[in-house]
Nanobody
């Protein structure tokens, strides 16, 4: 079973940048499509970016052009580079498989102040 550990969140001003990391501990990482998801207070969890095992990427319209997902299949890490952050990006960010998720990690809080 894959264990997911997210890190890199924090408090940032609007317009700023953050890079999130997700360490995936498990032998099947390189074969899995992965996604970054987020959940804002009072809202459902949503997929914001995904990356195939071959590094083909796809983004939600709300983050397209601002966020970049990437992966390192040697280190078993998936990244989310976030730029031009907006207050509406404030959420807890999680990584997981896509489309079939496994157990969720603890997530990492991103707070964007306006």
């Amino acid at each position: 079973q894959v264990q997911l550990v997210e890190s890199g969140g924090g408090l940032v001003q609007a317009g700023g940048s953050l890079r999130l990391s997700c360490a995936a501990l498990g032998s099947t990482f390189s074969r899995n499509a992965m996604g970054w998801y987020r959940q804002a207070p009072g809202k459902q969890r949503e997929l914001v970016a995904r990356i195939s095992s071959g590094s083909i990427t796809n983004y939600a319209d709300s983050v397209k052009g601002r966020f970049t997902i990437s992966r390192d299949n040697v280190k078993n890490i998936v990244y989310l580079q976030m730029t031009s952050l907006k207050s509406e990006d404030t959420a807890v960010y999680y990584c997981n498989n896509w489309p079939r998720v496994t157990s969720w990690g603890q997530g990492t809080q991103v707070t964007v102040s306006s």
